[in-house]
């Protein structure tokens, strides 16, 4: 990743193609927690009609200031997320075309964020009805609930994706490269470098999404995901693609399946509580 | 590519990730003619909202049939493209992850149209003001006059992109694959199976949208782009990419010039005069 | 792979750059048994002088008669594999160049085999003293015991490789490919066309040989490795490389550790008995 | 490339598996000439036996002192070419596996030498019948007059290519790369950094070795090749394939001419004199 800024307590991160000033801000802290999750609303004015529906529902929320970007509007979600909306940001240069920044597995974009929540089915309500998500794919039980979900507004798979599980924390954040190829000399770079423990899954294809993907653990223990490979879902009549929980190719189109770490280990939210799910289905893992 | 019918006098094709009935229609005719180039609206609405538009601008437009489609709106732009826009289509079986389909290049969907016009300014003006397209990239003379430009509605580099040129003429046509490999297997193909005269440019990448491509003339003479590489404009304040007129990178970062008949080949709209350009200012070529 | 002849009873195989008549044969039979492992010499004559070597050794061999091949001389080696040697086949087309009939992963030629043997030890020594074989890499025991071993005659890692195990067996045929993206291409089809149980390990990064790989169950339960990314050993003074058994990136240098059934299924060669191992090494196996 | 040491006037340089102290030395000189070409023969004592057959070839030669090796053998081909023979070189780690030592096109060997030679009959049949070289592809006119040959020693395409054209002089050196995207990654990488005009040729597929690859010139007009993509001759009965000059295919196989100057130039040996071509043949070059 580029590093735009390294201020007393922070560093500011961006990818290759992008043109703000950063994507990921990593604060010192004693202990390795989320603090937000943040989103860039289309329009300056939505971040005044944000505030009107969240306090209209209830939805606890203030505005922050944060480093480097415009107004920016925290709300802490029912099931207890703590997500961040802003409009303006400092712009960055774009390295897409000074290839001599391509380094490791090159990432050129942010992509999505994949959380755990104990309410699947309250989350995904909030996120599509109050937040104006669109649902693509999903995994249900045989009885119809949804266990997992896959939710966009930029016309890929997702920017936000949620699982069943001891919520809510985050389960990973994803770079999207162009190739395969890259992800493969990731590998061979954290393997050869001390970091081989931290490979945690894969490479291989999801089902679900069609993505390639590795999962990789930062020092601190956030899963970063390494994912190319998906595909379009601007079409409004676009209908979502349901898969079974017991159907082990969603989760690995070829069949190895995911180690036990993958879910049950994530990222707590700072100060928040972490509640035990409310669906008890359990996910197909190895013997 | 995949057909997904074949009627008496057409055929219908679509790419892997499509689940529409077709994005491409090959249908018979004595002359390799264009007919029109298809849009797909957000909602059946904005069908009769586009009409009323047209009607104000005095715009030419009309109801057309199309076969496995719903309602259609023909129009003819100021500039003489013929444009036909629809919401509704018949459904056909993604194909995504039904790897056994995977032949050729295996392109994954349609990806973007590029016309020549005789007066790009006020084509481009049309596009953007009354059709709703948003400029990603441009080349301008020194003079400041818009040469060619690049401008999208799926946050993409683009859908339609204008070249300065004898027009209106369709200069290509784009599919997306997701690996320059691909594109190498298809010289590879064409090349061993009596296709190599049909390899006109490439592969090379752009500088204007980073694109990783190939141009290839298909039986009719029709140019088709098999295109990868490029990133996301979804941001709205997204800042459109000025790219001088001569500076060779703008059309193949590498340095290599595209060859005199990428230039001045095109399509023809069926029954549509070509008009000389307004602007003249000529393209690098090399010597 | 590609189809040369098929007879009442046997099929002969090729990959795409092999210019002789087969590199695989499949036979109808009762069982799946290993009927020979063959191998070219460098000229006719060799055949003479490995007769009389190998009759001065006291090894069984005997001429046998082969389709579509010249004189071959079949052996039984000490340790109860079964050789066979030729020098002339039939001739077939090269299709490397002809890239319509790339399909699949596209194996572009015959890479190696590897074999169970209960004494890696007395194995090693027959390739390498009597036929001529050199070493490229090994694991051994930290009391020093080979433990598995790498041995090549054409310049790449191996042509033969031995494992420590219930012998004489094989435990694998591989075939090269060019690229670590054909893999992917495999596995995505094996996992779409009914084939996903046969995926059996991989694709992943050997430490031993650097290869990329994938090992795959054919419908018989013989293991095909897809392999790519080695380097040459043409040096005659390359010095070979030792790993340690308790070293997992020997494995795979990812780290992640092989499926038991890697350690213990092979295929039996008709009629020959297997035995236990001398050597009680364990594999290093994830818990 | 990697570094292996720097003394007072040269940089000694070699590729990421390469066991050997350089592959590449560059030496600081008032001009850009070749002052030897290097190659390794199997055994210590090979060197005698070659001084030995030289002398009674009465063709030049002299032992001289290297960097780094142990005893070389200086000679002067008939033709005029400066070729340098050793056994023992220092030896330097293996950096295959160390994966952080990747940059730009990661190349992985040295592979190959292409020269100009005045008389390409002479030269081929000085480096069959002398040096033990094997012929695998040659370019021939329509009288059957030998106009380019590819001969190896190691196994693959061309350990020696000879072109026909003013000589002798250097046309190239190659290194391997293993996947074509590391070519086009050097293309990027190139063209934005200040060394666009130094892409000569490419990337491309030839049609002769099936190689996909890229000349570049560095800065001191030495044309050095990006390659990947060729096969194996190990066989002993390999028969070499013709291609006719005439057949633009040849040189590329998806129809792209070389530019002029790959034809005119080329690098002269220090000190050697450069003839005209006893054969007039043309080569095909674009109009």
Same mark, same amino acid.
């Given at each position: 990743?580029?590093?735009?800024?390294?201020?007393?307590?922070?560093?500011?991160?961006?990818?290759?193609?992008?043109?703000?000033?950063?994507?990921?801000?990593?604060?010192?802290?004693?202990?390795?927690?989320?603090?937000?999750?943040?989103?860039?609303?289309?329009?300056?004015?939505?971040?005044?009609?944000?505030?009107?529906?969240?306090?209209?529902?209830?939805?606890?929320?203030?505005?922050?200031?944060?480093?480097?970007?415009?107004?920016?509007?925290?709300?802490?979600?029912?099931?207890?997320?703590?997500?961040?909306?802003?409009?303006?940001?400092?712009?960055?240069?774009?390295?897409?075309?000074? !290839?001599?920044?391509?380094?490791?597995?090159? #990432?050129? =974009?942010?992509?999505?964020? /994949?959380? %755990?929540?104990?309410? $699947?089915? @309250?989350?995904?309500?909030?996120?599509?009805?109050?937040?104006?998500?669109?649902?693509?794919?999903?995994?249900?039980?045989?009885?119809?609930?949804?266990?997992?979900?896959?939710?966009?507004?930029?016309?890929?798979?997702?920017?936000?994706?949620?699982?069943?599980?001891?919520?809510?924390?985050?389960?990973?954040?994803?770079?999207?490269?162009?190739?395969?190829?890259?992800?493969?000399?990731?590998?061979?770079?954290?393997?050869?470098?001390? !970091?081989?423990?931290?490979?945690?899954?894969? #490479?291989? =294809?999801?089902?679900?999404? /069609?993505? %390639?993907?590795?999962? $990789?653990? @930062?020092?601190?223990?956030?899963?970063?995901?390494?994912?190319?490979?998906?595909?379009?879902?601007?079409?409004?009549?676009?209908?979502?693609?349901?898969?079974?929980?017991?159907?082990?190719?969603?989760?690995?189109?070829?069949?190895?399946?995911?180690?036990?770490?993958?879910?049950?280990?994530?990222?707590?939210?700072?100060?928040?509580?972490?509640?035990?799910?409310?669906?008890?289905?359990?996910?197909?893992?190895?013997?």
């Amino acid at each position: 990743m580029i590093e735009t800024e390294t201020t007393k307590d922070a560093v500011y991160l961006r990818c290759l193609e992008e043109r703000q000033h950063h994507s990921f801000v990593l604060e010192q802290s004693a202990e390795a927690v989320v603090k937000a999750l943040g989103f860039k609303v289309a329009f300056e004015k939505d971040l005044d009609a944000l505030k009107t529906h969240l306090d209209n529902l209830g939805v606890e929320n203030t505005w922050v200031k944060r480093y480097a970007q415009g107004r920016t509007l925290q709300a802490k979600t029912p099931q207890g997320m703590i997500l961040e909306f802003y409009f303006a940001m400092d712009k960055a240069e774009r390295l897409l075309q000074k !290839y001599a920044n391509y380094h490791g597995c090159a #990432p050129q =974009r942010f992509d999505h964020i /994949n959380c %755990f929540t104990h309410n $699947v089915q @309250d989350t995904y309500e909030f996120f599509v009805r109050d937040l104006g998500f669109r649902l693509t794919e999903y995994t249900a039980t045989e009885q119809e609930e949804i266990w997992a979900c896959w939710m966009h507004r930029k016309g890929g798979v997702h920017d936000m994706a949620l699982t069943n599980g001891k919520g809510p924390r985050l389960h990973h954040l994803a770079v999207w490269v162009p190739n395969a190829l890259d992800i493969i000399h990731l590998c061979d770079l954290m393997a050869t470098t001390g !970091y081989v423990e931290n490979i945690e899954r894969g #490479p291989g =294809r999801h089902g679900i999404s /069609n993505a %390639f993907f590795l999962y $990789v653990l @930062d020092p601190d223990g956030h899963r970063i995901e390494i994912y190319t490979s998906d595909y379009l879902t601007v079409d409004t009549d676009f209908e979502p693609i349901r898969w079974d929980l017991l159907d082990p190719q969603r989760q690995t189109l070829w069949g190895a399946p995911a180690p036990l770490s993958w879910f049950e280990h994530g990222s707590v939210f700072e100060g928040i509580a972490v509640n035990e799910p409310v669906l008890e289905a359990k996910p197909i893992v190895a013997p």
